[in-house]
């Protein structure tokens, strides 16, 4: 048995088998409750939790609804999973209303001869889409609509500035009036699990004028073409016209994500950055007054917008697949908060612990 001398160690749980660290980790990890753990208002309610790395997520959601014991929480369930783990005698679906998450798109300023730096071009993508009819079908509801880059719960949000409206026929004026009578080419990725999501959006897309290709790729091939450091071929020879991200604010300071990943130097630096929100962008990172901060980044907000630098989609709902013995409070920023969470008497553990002191 190992035990952490780290984070793991000192925190509410002990680290006692397995490893997980950035793009490597063990097929099992387990941590136990930290009797020592300093602060006594938030000792940990949980004696042990088994992490199982090698189930797929469908193997997981599968276990999770028809069996009582061999899982207990999945995380990043998907909204068409939904109906399915509600029915179950076994499972809750657990929603998570503050998620910093968004789901947007990237132009691509950057390739050769890009048509995407044109701000009516950005416009007319932004109103052909149907957000209520995107988050209707492919996120089963499960999203909020957002007028830029921040999700409704982020700091620096702006609940004043108004999404863009669904409006296929200014569509087609913009094209017209950005030189496309006829129509645009263009090409759409997105990874796997936006799929469905990307599906959606080129219909969409289509039906406003534009003439869209759709390619999924798995999520490293997908690195290569949009992760900066990561690519396979440099900026300018990107075919891709929008790519679709999925992005996590897991600081809760969008001053670095998503905005700072989006800017020069950036993961996703794809040429969306202005002289104006540069000099916005430096303001809020060279002050730490709070209420400035705040200010300064709903000017970013509005300053994105009327650039229409990404196209703007929805901000989901976090779903997790849970026992209904279990009392899970999600996060945020997506990560679990394993101190909150406990289990009540009707979990098959307590049960059991019952049944055996019973004999």
Same mark, same amino acid.
């Given at each position: 048995?190992?035990?952490?001398?780290?984070?793991?160690?000192?925190?509410?749980?002990?680290?006692?088998?397995?490893?997980?660290?950035?793009?490597?980790?063990?097929?099992?990890?387990?941590?136990?409750?930290? !009797?020592?753990?300093?602060?006594? /208002?938030?000792?940990?309610?949980?004696?042990?939790?088994?992490?199982?790395? /090698?189930?797929?997520?469908?193997?997981?959601?599968?276990?999770?609804?028809?069996?009582?014991?061999?899982?207990?929480?999945?995380?990043?369930?998907?909204?068409?999973?939904?109906?399915?783990?509600?029915?179950?005698?076994?499972?809750?679906?657990?929603?998570?209303?503050?998620?910093?998450?968004?789901?947007?798109?990237?132009?691509?300023? #950057?390739?050769?001869?890009? !048509?995407?730096?044109?701000?009516?071009?950005?416009?007319?993508?932004?109103?052909?889409?149907? #957000?209520?009819?995107?988050?209707?079908?492919?996120?089963?509801?499960?999203?909020?609509?957002?007028?830029?880059?921040?999700?409704?719960?982020?700091?620096?949000?702006?609940?004043?500035?108004?999404?863009?409206?669904?409006?296929?026929?200014?569509?087609?004026?913009?094209?017209?009036?950005?030189?496309?009578?006829?129509?645009?080419?263009?090409?759409?990725?997105?990874?796997?699990?936006?799929?469905?999501?990307?599906?959606?959006?080129?219909?969409?897309?289509?039906?406003?004028?534009?003439?869209?290709?759709?390619?999924?790729?798995?999520?490293?091939?997908?690195?290569?073409?949009?992760?900066?450091?990561?690519?396979? $071929?440099?900026?300018?020879?990107?075919?891709?016209?929008?790519?679709?991200?999925?992005?996590?604010?897991?600081?809760?300071?969008? &001053?670095?994500?998503?905005?700072?990943?989006?800017?020069?130097?950036?993961?996703?630096?794809?040429?969306?950055?202005?002289?104006?929100?540069? $000099?916005?962008?430096?303001?809020?990172? +060279? /002050?730490?007054?709070?209420?400035?901060?705040?200010?300064?980044?709903?000017?970013?907000?509005?300053? /994105?917008?009327?650039?229409?630098?990404?196209?703007?989609?929805?901000?989901?709902?976090?779903?997790?697949?849970?026992?209904?013995?279990?009392?899970? &409070? !999600?996060?945020?920023?997506?990560?679990?908060?394993?101190?909150?969470?406990?289990?009540?008497?009707?979990?098959?553990?307590?049960?059991? $612990? +019952? &049944?055996?002191? $019973?004999?």
């Amino acid at each position: 048995m190992i035990e952490s001398a780290g984070p793991w160690g000192t925190g509410p749980y002990q680290l006692v088998e397995g490893f997980s660290v950035p793009g490597k980790r063990s097929d099992r990890v387990v941590l136990e409750a930290n !009797p020592h753990y300093w602060d006594r /208002t938030r000792r940990p309610r949980v004696k042990r939790i088994v992490f199982d790395n /090698t189930l797929s997520q469908q193997e997981a959601v599968e276990l999770v609804k028809t069996t009582e014991g061999r899982v207990d929480l999945v995380s990043e369930l998907r909204p068409l999973d939904t109906l399915r783990v509600a029915e179950s005698p076994w499972t809750k679906v657990v929603k998570n209303r503050r998620s910093l998450i968004t789901v947007f798109g990237l132009f691509n300023m #950057r390739k050769v001869e890009s !048509p995407w730096r044109d701000v009516r071009l950005r416009q007319a993508v932004n109103v052909a889409i149907n #957000r209520e009819d995107l988050i209707r079908y492919a996120a089963k509801g499960n999203g909020v609509i957002i007028p830029a880059l921040l999700p409704v719960a982020s700091f620096g949000y702006d609940p004043a500035l108004a999404p863009y409206a669904f409006d296929p026929g200014k569509a087609r004026h913009l094209l017209r009036e950005a030189g496309y009578p006829d129509g645009l080419a263009l090409s759409l990725i997105a990874a796997e699990d936006l799929e469905v999501q990307a599906t959606v959006v080129s219909k969409m897309l289509e039906q406003a004028g534009f003439r869209v290709a759709l390619q999924r790729f798995d999520p490293i091939t997908y690195n290569w073409k949009t992760r900066v450091p990561e690519l396979d $071929q440099p900026p300018e020879h990107q075919p891709w016209d929008i790519a679709l991200v999925v992005q996590s604010d897991m600081f809760n300071f969008s &001053a670095l994500e998503p905005y700072g990943s989006s800017m020069h130097g950036g993961f996703f630096d794809w040429g969306s950055e202005q002289p104006e929100l540069r $000099q916005l962008y430096e303001q809020v990172v +060279g /002050t730490v007054d709070r209420e400035r901060q705040h200010g300064l980044l709903r000017q970013m907000e509005r300053h /994105t917008h009327d650039q229409a630098a990404f196209l703007f989609l929805y901000n989901p709902i976090g779903l997790y697949a849970v026992n209904k013995a279990v009392e899970f &409070a !999600p996060h945020g920023n997506g990560m679990l908060n394993l101190v909150e969470l406990s289990v009540t008497d009707e979990h098959w553990s307590v049960r059991k $612990q +019952g &049944a055996a002191g $019973q004999k």
